[in-house]
Nanobody, 122 residues
Framework: QVQLVESGGGLVQPGGSLTLSCAAS????????MGWYRQTPGKQRELVASIISGGTSNYADSVKGRFTISRDNAKNTVYLQMNSLKPEDTAVYYC????????????????WGQGTQVTVSS
């Protein structure tokens, strides 16, 4: 099994910054893609940012220019730097990893972190 452990959430004022981290462990051969999603009560879970093993990243329009996703492949860890935070960014943030469990298995399996609350309020 694979476990994803998130940290870094909290309360921050508008315009402030937070950095989230998510470390994957367990049966891992490679992680082709990692990402961050967020969910607010009454809304669907939405993709915030994703990054592939080669470093190419994608962002939701709502966070583009403010958030930066990065990963440390040696540590199987993905980060989300969040700057210029807005109240609209308030949500539970979930990391995900699409994992190849071993070399002989080409399929990937999606795992999710436990979620971390980010609250942006004055």
């Amino acid at each position: 099994q694979v476990q994803l452990v998130e940290s870094g959430g909290g309360l921050v004022q508008p315009g402030g910054s937070l950095t989230l981290s998510c470390a994957a462990s367990g049966s891992i051969f490679s992680i082709p893609a990692m990402g961050w999603y967020r969910q607010t009560p009454g809304k669907q879970r939405e993709l915030v940012a994703s990054i592939i093993s080669g470093g190419t990243s994608n962002y939701a329009d709502s966070v583009k220019g403010r958030f930066t996703i990065s990963r440390d492949n040696a540590k199987n860890t993905v980060y989300l730097q969040m700057n210029s935070l807005k109240p609209e960014d308030t949500a539970v943030y979930y990391c995900n990893a699409d994992v190849r469990p071993y070399a002989g298995r080409t399929a990937t399996f999606r795992y999710w972190g436990q979620g971390t609350q980010v609250t942006v309020s004055s």
